[in-house]
């Protein structure tokens, strides 16, 4: 199978789409077939290349807006010269990340232009902004994004349940789900790698750590966590919170002073999962996910997991026993959960090794792919 995937936003960028199409299509590569990846222009990067693990990279002109969050394509010369390029590439089947992006009502013109059988993989559950009348504008947007790649695309999937309950909101039925998915064996292996040098700059021994890893933005909630967490510090002793990552809130965070809070910033790959390994409870406050790959990861490294109800967590957060669900982002929901889960490491223990069995029976990517190419074999 020769595919494309059209991913607005993709490596070096760090973020769940980015690693969703990257790892979909290293497996599909062990399996003998060809892709191609579609995405946004970036400075100082080439608008074609092949990677080292054989996937083929275009890149079409883009303005980024909104802290390089949302990519507007540029048309002209250098764009339709990529679109011939593609164009004569004849591709066999398509992936359209998300219909939010203008990359993505881009694709599914092209898709439909070209002939290519195509399914959009929804990663949200939420709008991006939804107040006031930036967030009206935007909302308008989103339904006219939707309305016309559905003209040009009747098959949606969900990379959860929850972003095919999010489809609805838009009239579209998802089709079924294409879940997120880890590598155990290899998030493992990089883990390791960045174990050794992560705990020169962050003592793990003899603490129980919290961690978070993401975007310091108010959809992941990493002001509520903090506040939390400055209450737990009155309640236990040799506990420490690390919030790994960057973002518009950052500052704030740092400002606010809270006691055994360390920031690293930004961390490598590698050092993000050896901070999940080296954590024993993972927390991410979020409110709005298609499936966290964090949350995956914190699995596959046998951190207990506390998350709020959203996306595809409920499918590997089944229960209690698999970790702790709270109902919204709230301090006092994230201070009642880190205080269960601290005063029982026990219960904490059991929880990890419950979400690990989760993951390893029902999202690696190895059975990702196997889907997906019984659903390509129902859609070409």
Sequence with gaps: ???VIFSAQYLPTVGGIERYTNSLSRKLIEKGHRITVVTSSLPNLPDHEIHEDGIEVYRIPVKWIMNRRFSIPIPGGKFRQIEKQLSSKN???AIIQTKFYLNSVWASRFCKKNGISAIVVEHGTAHLIRDGLVGFIGKTYEHIAARYIHHNCKNFYGVSMACCG?????GLKGKGCLYNAVDPAV???TAEKGSETLC???AFENKTTIAFAGRFIKEK???????AFKEINKEFSNVQLVMAGDGELWQQVKDMGVENLILPGNLSYPHSLALLKNSDIFCLPTFSEGFSTSVLEAAALK???ITTK???SPQLIKDENYGILIDSMESADIVKALRKALSDKEYTRKCAENAYESLISHFTWERVAEDFLDIYNRHK
């Design 91 to 93: 591709f066999d089947f």
């Design 303 to 305: 951190a207990m997991i």
């Design 187 to 189: 998030v493992a292996d």
């Design 310 to 312: 959203t996306g595809g």
């Design 221 to 227: 909630g990493v002001v509520n966590l903090a506040n």
């Design 166 to 170: 999010w489809l609805e909101h838009f």
């Design 1 to 3: 199978m020769n595919l």
């Design 200 to 202: 020169e700059k962050i």
